[in-house]
């Protein structure tokens, strides 16, 4: 007599098992009380009551979407540009609407994909964010009052030569570096103010480039610093072999000129704690007048 098989219905594909992606979501967040105490002025949410009440319901969100299957991507909210950017917008702080047109706004930086990692450290991802956000902000101003056309002159010339000059040597420092992981800095002192970035980059054996949006901002500070012919500090750590190595560079009179290896130390150090096995190395020489492409 013939048997007959029965098979096990968990293990049985039907079209609603099989698990499709969910929608790609950008969620903006306040990133500290003290940001909460300035939004919660600006744009009152009784609903969250107090700043813990708002982390632990964030947390449950951030939660519930990713095991959903939802594709997550943050960024930081800023309450201070936000008030600004909707008074130049003619937009009330109040609605949604102006939220959701602040969050997507091209003066701000990509946002990132959220990987569930705790609050914390996602804040001071975050926060690192919005600092560089504010950072381009004010560079952005700078080079804007440096270049202002005058009369008879093209839109926006000055502003494009500085920019492609930054270019430039932006290139020419990143062709002169070895393989390996670098961060690149950049510091200038901006009347009372000091704005200064730090980027990250890879080459690959391959000399395949990988870089994030703050080397932008990288070459947005050198172009206001190349236009009001301030110096700027610019150095580059590498790391390799368990230790680090920096050498840096100073634009002046709209070169970056090689620092010596103390001078690298002094500018290197006083931004940032060496360990002991960083080694400081002279800079090395660019071309005089970069091309700009």
């Keep these: 007599m013939a048997t007959k098989k029965i098979r096990n219905a ?81 937009l009330p702080t109040d609605h949604v609407q102006s939220r959701a047109h602040y969050s997507a706004s091209p003066r701000l930086l990509p946002p990132q994909l959220y990987a569930g990692e705790p609050l914390d450290v996602l804040f001071h991802a975050l926060s690192r964010q919005r600092d560089d956000e504010r950072t381009a902000a004010a560079a952005l101003e700078l080079l804007g009052n440096a270049t202002r056309p005058e009369p008879g002159d093209e839109p926006n010339d000055p502003a494009r030569e500085a920019t492609a000059r930054a270019t430039a040597i932006l290139l020419a420092l990143i062709r002169g570096v070895g393989l390996g992981v670098h961060r690149l800095t950049c510091v200038m002192d901006a009347g009372p103010e000091q704005l200064s970035i730090q980027a990250d980059f890879e080459k690959s054996a391959h ?87």
Aim: charged share 25%; aromatic share 8%; hydrophobic share 30%.
């Design 10 to 90: 968990r293990h049985r594909r039907t079209p609603s098992a099989v698990r499709r992606p969910g929608p790609e979501i950008t969620v903006a967040l306040i990133c500290s009380e003290a940001d909460f105490e300035a939004m919660h002025q600006v744009c009152p949410t009784p609903e969250f009551g107090d700043y813990a009440r708002y982390r632990e319901r964030l947390r449950l969100l951030l939660r519930d979407l990713r095991r959903h299957g939802s594709r997550v991507w943050v960024r930081p909210f800023d309450p201070g540009d936000y008030r600004s950017f909707c008074a130049g917008e003619s």
């Design 207 to 293: 000399q395949v480039l990988s870089y994030g949006p703050p080397l932008g901002i990288f070459t947005t500070i050198l172009a206001a610093a190349y236009a009001l012919g301030e110096s700027a500090a610019v150095t580059i750590r590498t790391e390799g072999d368990g230790s680090e190595t920096v050498r840096g560079w100073l634009l002046n009179g709209g070169r970056l000129e090689p620092l010596s290896a103390m001078e690298v130390r002094s500018a290197y150090s006083a931004h940032t704690p060496g360990s002991p096995t960083t080694r400081y190395e002279p800079g090395f020489s660019l071309p005089t007048h970069p091309p700009p492409r």
